[in-house]
């Protein structure tokens, strides 16, 4: 198995911009894009890595007023875009194949950076993508390209296992109307019903969140 870790920036990305605007940590599994008219549409879901709610909401509402954004839905810490690329617009999608998958999900740094880590079976397959990228990113850096056991590669359960809390701060957030749209709850009237202090059911739910995310993704990814 070959694995590389790439450091990345094309200067029209949505988030990695706002990650930098915002001081927020995001991360993302890009889904899919395609192509309708000449146009480039791609998806992606993503995942606040931040407790700020005032932040995330001004990052939220000024993705949306991104004229590029076709399509968003937000759940919580978890947002899906769709962003209208045009014929010109740039992303790492567009130069990735099937025979590449993801390793970990993609970090957008407030230095203004995407890290990717993704594998192969085959070292030239990475190398390809590298050379694409190169040619495409504004920044392109090779952290590192290696071989690695199967062991080393992270690949989320299909049920992760959950705390007993965490389970509990989910399932009363879910039957609540925490991740419906518009939002139903506050998280300060959870931790009430859950007799908690608001910060430690947030953490709880977080903890929760972070585990399924990934599964979630994946399961979406391979329907």
């Known amino acids: 198995m070959w694995i590389t870790k790439l450091k990345l920036r094309h200067e029209d990305c949505p988030i990695v911009n706002r990650c930098q605007k915002f001081n927020l940590v995001v991360l993302s599994y890009p889904s899919t894009w395609y192509e309708n008219k000449g146009k480039k549409f791609s998806t992606t879901t993503c995942f606040f890595q931040s407790n700020d709610e005032e932040k995330k909401k001004k990052f939220i509402d000024d993705l949306k007023a991104d004229r590029r954004i076709t399509n968003i839905e937000v759940s919580g810490d978890i947002f899906t875009y769709e962003i209208n690329l045009a014929k010109k617009g740039e992303h790492v999608m567009l130069y990735h194949t099937k025979q590449i998958f993801f390793v970990r999900p993609v970090i957008n740094h407030p230095d203004g950076h995407e890290y990717w880590e993704v594998a192969s079976w085959k070292k030239e397959e990475l190398q390809k993508f590298i050379k694409a990228l190169k040619e ?8 590192k390209i290696e071989q690695s056991p199967l062991t080393d590669v992270y690949f989320p359960n299909v049920m992760p296992k959950l705390s007993k809390s965490q389970r509990k701060a989910i399932e009363i957030a879910y039957n609540n109307g925490y991740y419906s749209y518009p ?6 009237k959870l931790a009430k019903i859950s007799q908690i202090g ?3 059911f947030q953490e709880h739910l977080r903890k929760a ?3 399924l995310l990934p599964a979630i993704i994946k399961y979406q990814m391979e329907k």
């Open 183 to 188: 939002r139903k709850i506050s998280l300060e």
């Open 136 to 143: 495409h990113m504004d920044v392109c850096e090779v952290m």
């Open 198 to 200: 608001t910060s430690t």
């Open 209 to 211: 969140e972070m585990k």
